[in-house]
Every structure is written in C-alpha cells, then in structure tokens.
C-alpha cells in the first residue's frame, strides 16, 4: 500500500463505516459501532537459501455491532458495495431482536470517546518487491550457515512487509481511523553435535520502520550464536534454586498478569487476583507504565477499539495494583470505570534494577537461566504454575552448561512477590518492554 493512495483509500473506508451507521439510524437501533480493519503484505520464507514460499495478502471486512434494547446484533461483510453493507447492517439487526437482553450491553460511554489525535508515526511505507525480501532471507541464512560448522540445517528464514488501515465509528458521533505498517525478519536453525546432539532455536527483528529492522547477518549470526550456545544440554538435579528469566520469557510471565487483572476474568470470577486492586502483589520497588502514545510503539494507538481515548496509567506502582484492565462491558458487569482496554494492552515498560543482564547473571550465583518455557501449565484461577523449561545452569555467576527437560513450578502471586530484580537492557519486540527478571526461588524437577 503506497502512501499516494493511502488518504484516498482511508476517507473511502470511513465513508463505508459512515455509510454504516447511517442505515443504523434509519433502522431505529438503539445504538451501533461499525470497526473495519483492512490489511495488505508481502512474505517471502527461505530454506536452505532457496524460496519456499511467496505470500501476498490483501484482505480486511467491514465488522457492524447493533444494539436494541440491551439486545446485542453483528455482522460482517468483506463487500463495501452499498447493498453489500446494507444488507450487513440488516442482518446484525434481525440477529439483535432474537438475542436475549443483557444491560451491560451498549457502547463505551460518549464522555470517554477519544476527542485529540495525536501523530504516533505509526505509518512508514516502503514499497519492497518479493526479489528484496527474498535477497533478506537468504543473506540472513547465508550469515547463519556459515557462522560454524555445527549449524548443520536451516528450518527457515522468513522476511515479511505488513501495511493496514484501522478505521473505526459509532453512534456517538465518532469515526477515525489511522494507518501502520509493520517489518518483520527471523531466522530459526538447527544445530548438532558430531555425537548426533541436535539443538534449535532463532532470533528476529521487527519495527515499525523499515530502515531500523536488525541487518539480516546480525539476524542469522545472533540466531546461530543462539543454537549453537544450547548444544550439549543435560538436566539438573531436582531442588529449589534462584531462576532468571531471560527477556524474550520474562515478556510472558507479565503475560499472565494481563490475564488475570482483565476484566472478563474477573466478572467471570476465574482470577488468582480476585479482589487485588490496591494490594501490593509485587516488591516495593517495582512498577510497570503503560505508554499508549510512545512514537512508532509496536502497541502505540489514541484509543481502543471501542474508541475510548488511551492514557497513559500506572499498571503497577510500588509493586501495588492500580488498575485492572476493563472494557466498556466488563467494567458495567463489574460497577467499575472502563479502562480503554478493548483490543488489549498498550506498551508496558517495566522498572528496571539499574544492571544489565550480564550482571544479573553474576548477583543470581547459583541458579537457572531460562531462556524457553513450553506446554500450558499456567492456571489462571489458583495462579498454579508448572512449565517445562530449558536455558543454561550457572554457578558463582558464571554459565557452566546448557539446560533441557526440566520442569520449573510454583505459584504466579509467590512468583511476582518473590522478584529481585529487572535488568535494564530491554527488550522492545513486543508489547510489554523488560528486561530479564529474576527471582529467589523455584522448584526444579529434573534428575
């Protein structure tokens, strides 16, 4: 999507969104939102320096929520025709008078719409042909193959370009809607041993802008560097021991914090925080913000996806809950404010210990870097936690081995409570931006 054509394009879909809410109204609905989102990229993925595969993508529907009575209707329609949306918005209505009435249904309130704009630089087109991306691939791969004899095999490297317009109104009165791009470059490999051990692992880059993703060698080499540190891992013997999360992990650890302190969990009453608004569940010194207008934030947006404008909050302030995460639903279910949060979460950044990674390495002393958890055993009512794991053991704080087939446990509230530190080398790849977390103790089965 080229930025001559993006204006053009983006009045056209708030003109169908108009168009929308227009027939809503003659309907006599109560109320009605109107959200589309329209998507257009180029993927190319490698393997072994030869394309596998091309992808383009170009898709994107015109999404309509009807309200009549506290009784709840939708619709969709990948056809913008005015029939096409017509009939959309007829069918969301026929659905509304056959669903059963609830009164938390309805928008966001009209007071807590988004009335200021700002510019988030969210947008930077860069025209690429399949030839360029292709060219990215394949010298991330050339880079990783030829880094060490040991990287025997290539499971692919994949470069992707993403532009999309969000566009979004209401009976309120509201519609707006901006435009982002996205750029994208992995790199996963496989590594063995000359006794047949055999290890894998990748690493990537991502950025709003094209120009600032990682240059496709420093890709491959930190993705070999990567499979080539996990060859020769054992197991542990079994006991309690400090664990430092590595930040591409760690980043899922808070993950379970935004589950649990969101609304829809807590109406349905299926939190381990039940009832921990401004209670202390993490140390003193510990504290996340959430920054929804950081420029060219991979989760920068002005507001949600029901329109209610973003601010910026404190998550957690001196390791006390502020805030949970709510809904233009889930805060009438729970007699609370909404929060802005339709859609998710917008840039968290965790408080950090003043040390690097490295550093903590050497505070920790004895104890378990990890750096992959797998399988699903997080439980989201007791906060049970049981997770297989690999990283790396490490003794007076220096890295002894690689680690695999071990299993890390204890409970998500003793978890957080029990931080000792964030490192400040944070990871920005995602939504939320931390550093490696380390805390006192966990159980570890292995040996």
Not at 98 to 117: H, I, R, V
């Amino acid at each position: 999507m080229s930025a001559n054509n993006i204006e053009l394009e983006l009045n056209h879909l708030k003109e169908a969104v108009a168009m929308a809410l227009d027939y809503a109204a003659k309907l006599g609905t109560g109320a009605a939102e109107v959200a589309i989102s329209k998507q257009q990229g180029l993927s190319v993925s490698t393997r072994l320096k030869e394309v596998e595969t091309v992808e383009f993508n170009k898709d994107g529907a015109l999404g309509i929520t009807l309200f009549r009575d506290g009784c709840k209707g939708s619709s969709s329609t990948s056809d913008l025709s005015p029939e096409a949306i017509r009939q959309a918005v007829k069918a969301a209505d026929d659905i509304a008078r056959y669903t059963s009435a609830d009164p938390c249904n309805g928008l966001a309130d009209k007071a807590l719409m988004a009335t200021e704009f700002p510019e988030l630089d969210l947008f930077h087109p860069w025209e690429l042909t399949p030839a360029e991306l292709t060219e990215l691939a394949v010298r991330a791969e050339t880079a990783a193959l030829d880094a060490d004899p040991r990287i025997k095999n290539s499971d692919g490297a994949s470069a992707n370009a993403h532009t999309g317009i969000k566009v979004y109104g209401n009976s309120h009165g509201f519609l707006h809607g901006y435009c982002s791009s996205r750029y994208s470059l992995s790199c996963v490999l496989i590594g063995e041993e000359d006794n047949g051990d055999m290890q894998r692992d990748y690493d990537y880059s991502v950025s709003r802008r094209f120009g600032e993703l990682w240059a496709p060698e420093l890709v491959g080499q930190k993705a070999a560097a990567k499979t080539l540190s996990r060859l020769g891992a054992r197991k542990i013997t079994t006991g309690k021991l400090p664990v430092l999360f590595a930040p591409e992990v760690a980043t899922g650890l808070i993950g379970h914090l935004i589950g649990a302190i969101s609304g829809s969990s807590l109406y349905r009453k299926s939190s381990f925080l039940q009832d921990s608004i401004h209670t202390q569940i993490f140390p003193e010194w510990f504290s996340i913000k959430e920054q929804p207008h950081l420029q060219a934030g991979l989760a920068s947006a002005a507001y949600d996806a029901e329109g209610v404008a973003t601010r910026e909050r404190d998550i957690i302030q001196a390791g006390v809950l502020e805030t949970y995460l709510l809904t233009a639903y889930s805060a009438r279910k729970l007699g609370l404010t909404d929060t802005g949060h339709a859609g998710g979460i917008y840039n968290w950044t965790l408080s950090d210990s003043g040390m690097d990674f490295d550093e903590l390495v050497r505070q920790m002393g004895t104890g378990l870097i990890v750096t992959e958890v797998m399988g699903q055993g997080v439980n989201s009512v007791t906060g049970d936690y049981s997770r297989g794991a690999a990283g790396f053991y490490v003794e007076n704080g220096e890295i002894l081995y690689p680690v695999e087939e071990i299993t890390i446990a204890g409970n998500l509230k003793d978890m957080y409570r029990n931080i000792q530190a964030v490192s400040c080398d944070r990871d920005l790849r995602s939504s939320i931006r931390t550093g490696g977390i380390l805390l006192g103790e966990m159980k570890i089965a292995g040996n």
